[in-house]
């Protein structure tokens, strides 16, 4: 397998596109089938670089959008530069990043910890097309 290594800040636009891919295939992740179930809508806010992602569980299927008006979040979440990508790939553990000020949560604690069983299935998925993405940029000359 190709491993390749990832920048530490992906573009915004890079983030919408893998981002979108993973909501809106989530239902192939184990764990991940909570959002829907539960009716939830997310809200991820990234700075450096600017993206506001708003995932809506309430439509089936899930629908991603970065453009507004959004539904009312049950939880949002706001991250910036490379603690975007660390946290995606499973190297910023949520909690450590609560903590630490690096990942904020808006909106019900209890809520967010019961998304916590889809993370990690999440994360890979995150990896997966986001290395894909990388291998076919080299593939197609960084277009």
């Known amino acids: 397998?190709?491993?390749?290594?990832?920048s530490s800040?992906?573009?915004?636009?890079?983030?919408?596109?893998?981002?979108t891919a993973l909501y809106t295939s989530a239902g192939?992740?184990?764990?991940?089938?909570?959002l829907g179930q539960r009716q939830l809508v997310l809200s991820f806010v990234f700075t450096n670089p600017d993206l506001t992602l708003c995932i809506d569980g309430r439509s089936a299927?899930?629908?991603?959008?970065?453009?507004?008006?959004f539904p009312s979040a049950?939880?949002?979440?706001?991250?910036?530069?490379?603690n975007i990508d660390k946290f995606w790939r499973g190297e910023l553990n949520a909690m450590a990043g609560v903590v630490s000020g690096d990942?904020?949560?808006e909106g019900s604690l209890i809520t967010a910890l019961s998304l916590a069983p889809?993370?990690?299935?999440?994360?890979a998925r995150y990896r997966e097309l986001m290395d894909r993405?990388?291998?076919?940029?080299?593939?197609?000359g960084g277009q």
């Open 133 to 140: 993405e990388l291998l076919d940029r080299e593939l197609l």
């Open 118 to 123: 889809a993370l990690g299935g999440l994360q």
């Open 9 to 19: 800040v992906p573009s915004a636009e890079r983030l919408k596109v893998v981002l």
């Open 103 to 105: 990942l904020k949560i």
């Open 74 to 82: 049950d939880l949002t979440f706001r991250l910036a530069g490379a």
């Open 1 to 6: 397998m190709l491993t390749m290594s990832p």
């Open 61 to 69: 299927p899930v629908v991603v959008s970065s453009e507004g008006p």
């Open 28 to 34: 192939d992740v184990a764990g991940a089938e909570v």
